[in-house]
């Protein structure tokens, strides 16, 4: 199997969203769709190499927020030949997008249709449930689903094993090209930092050789990219619940945080730039107003 990294170029720009193409005896497949308003440049990505739509068999999805899936019901007109994988908590929302939507409107207002553009439903009979461990067919060789919670409760992240490659949806964090910074993406409303956790070490127990964030690119130092991941989770989470505790709002919450967010990143030797491109894959008022849920949320189980 040959993996290929198609470039989303959300936003006109580079490297923030991908979407990753399998290639083999069997066919096609993808991991990941992308929004809709990258539905050209998937189209582009799949021409140029060869592949038409009825090539494609397979649509592997970490999760269905709409930066990751919310190309698929655009796509499920378009690759005539494809069944949709998804977990089982994301299946409704394939087929009636129309809660999700709702949500993601409360966090990012008038901007819908700019970042996301239209997420159409995609035909029941066309979308399969993985469960953990599962294995599917594609492109020649397969892919094992590993349920992953924590970024969202309904996180599939899939294994490779010929090649080790695990395409890990948002499990494993934001991370650019020739950075080593990794952020945590924590947006509301269902970030579930123990169970994250508990996700970190389960990759470690798959022991992938590589790891293929969506939030973009291929890292080989998986051990010491985890442990930062992991790290930072729990830092930031104890950070915000000590502002909260000094009686904080979230937008002073949220700018200390990147305040602390921009120095970790420049003591690994990324700038200012490098910032604004991990904005855009995860913004410091998002991540902020997750984990103020999540503490608010934990409180009141206690
Ligand atoms: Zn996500």
Not at 171 to 181: D, K, M, N
Request: net charge negative.
């Amino acid at each position: 199997m040959k993996i290929e990294t198609i470039d989303l170029d959300f936003m006109d720009t580079e490297q923030v969203i991908a979407s990753f193409l399998l290639l083999g005896d069997g066919g096609a497949a993808l991991v990941e769709t992308g929004p809709t308003t990258c539905l050209d440049r998937l189209t582009a990505g799949l021409e140029r190499h060869g592949v038409s739509g009825e090539d494609v068999r397979q649509v592997f999805l970490t999760h269905i927020h709409l930066d990751h899936a919310g190309a698929s019901g655009h796509l499920s007109e378009a690759l005539s030949n494809a069944t949709f994988y998804v977990h089982e908590v994301g299946y409704p929302h394939l087929v009636d997008p129309s809660k999700l939507v709702k949500s993601a409107t409360r966090i990012y207002g008038e901007r819908m249709e700019e970042l996301w553009g239209e997420a159409r439903p995609v035909p029941e009979d066309r979308i399969e449930i993985l469960e953990d461990g599962r294995e599917t067919e594609a492109a020649g060789g397969i892919l094992v689903a590993h349920d992953t919670p924590g970024h969202a409760y309904h996180h599939l992240a899939y294994l490779e094993p010929d090649s080790g490659a695990l395409f890990a949806g948002d499990v494993a964090g934001i991370r650019l090209p020739g950075q080593s910074y990794v952020r945590p993406p924590t947006p509301p409303p269902e970030i579930d930092v123990e169970a994250w956790m508990q996700s970190i070490n389960y990759i470690r127990q798959v022991g992938p050789a590589s790891l293929w964030p969506t939030h973009f690119g291929t890292y080989e130092d998986v051990e010491r990219h985890l442990g930062e991941l992991e790290q930072r989770l729990q830092d930031w989470l104890l950070f915000v619940e000590a502002e909260m505790d000094d009686g904080m709002e979230r937008e002073e919450i949220s700018e200390q945080l990147k305040a602390k967010g921009d120095a970790e990143m420049l003591a690994e030797g990324a700038g200012t730039a490098q910032s604004g491109f991990y904005d855009l894959a995860g913004s410091y008022p998002m991540l902020t107003d997750g984990l103020m849920r999540y503490v608010s949320r934990r409180r009141k189980k206690d």
